[in-house]
């Protein structure tokens, strides 16, 4: 019988409540190490994963060096929130496909899966949702056209620059973490990161090379 850890949390009971498509809602009973317990610990769990475990992607789209963002009605909060286009993995999908497609079904932009770059893996939100989200960035092709999808409460695909990105952000008006984390991520490893790089070859061809003295 395999030995379990001394600080390890007990799933002792799963009962699920609730489902539909996408959800399985669970109740579960949970012990602590130091013997605390939780009787109806709610779980939110998406049907599908792939076989690293994420459920879902959510992709930043950048054309012409702006970003690309949805603004839709979220029943939860009843309020429009401004998000990068996301959707849940179908089955047998994997991320870097799923975010090619959701990002054609919700804003009509192509690419190609060679222009899809990682910025990493998330948890939504730990608290609730057993979700891990793989975020990306596409590079668009520059003449697309974008369109709202038609997917329920689906208002409005805007192209906006860094600077208007930010003051967004700075405003109140985009509060959506999976969104920001993923501009962070992409601004982070590759924004500054050719900044950097310009800095320095400009440094290096300005300057002089040293002359030799005469004797």
């Known amino acids: 019988m395999k030995r379990r850890p001394a600080n390890a949390f007990v799933l002792e009971k799963r009962v699920r409540a609730a489902q539909n498509m996408l959800f399985d809602i669970?109740?579960?009973?949970?012990?602590?190490?130091?013997?605390?317990?939780?009787?109806?610990?709610?779980?939110?769990?998406?049907?599908?994963?792939?076989?690293?475990?994420?459920t879902g992607v959510a992709v930043l789209p950048i054309v012409n060096?702006?970003?690309?963002?949805?603004?839709?009605?979220?029943?939860?909060?009843?309020?429009?929130?401004?998000?990068?286009p996301r959707g849940f993995m179908d089955r047998g999908e994997d991320a870097r496909g799923a975010a090619v497609r959701e990002l054609e079904e919700e804003t009509q932009l192509r690419c190609?899966?060679?222009?899809?770059?990682?910025?990493?893996?998330?948890?939504?939100?730990?608290?609730?949702?057993?979700?891990?989200?793989?975020?990306?960035?596409?590079?668009?092709?520059?003449?697309?056209?974008?369109?709202?999808?038609?997917e329920f409460g689906h208002r409005e695909f805007r192209l906006v620059t860094g600077r208007e990105?930010?003051?967004?952000?700075?405003?109140?008006?985009?509060?959506?973490?999976?969104?920001?984390?993923a501009y962070f991520q992409y601004v982070r490893q590759f924004v500054r990161g050719r900044a950097d790089l310009r800095r320095r070859l400009s440094k290096n061809s300005t300057r002089q090379p040293k002359r030799k003295r005469i004797q």
Do not use: C
């Open 26 to 54: 669970y109740f579960d009973r949970v012990t602590a190490p130091n013997g605390e317990r939780v009787e109806r610990y709610l779980v939110v769990a998406p049907k599908t994963r792939n076989k690293a475990g994420i």
């Open 65 to 84: 060096g702006r970003y690309g963002l949805l603004r839709l009605y979220r029943h939860p909060v009843a309020d429009d929130v401004w998000e990068i």
């Open 112 to 150: 190609r899966r060679s222009q899809v770059k990682s910025l990493g893996m998330i948890y939504p939100e730990a608290g609730i949702l057993a979700a891990r989200v793989q975020l990306f960035a596409a590079d668009v092709a520059n003449d697309a056209v974008p369109k709202v999808g038609a």
């Open 165 to 181: 990105f930010e003051r967004m952000i700075d405003a109140g008006a985009i509060r959506d973490p999976t969104t920001l984390v």
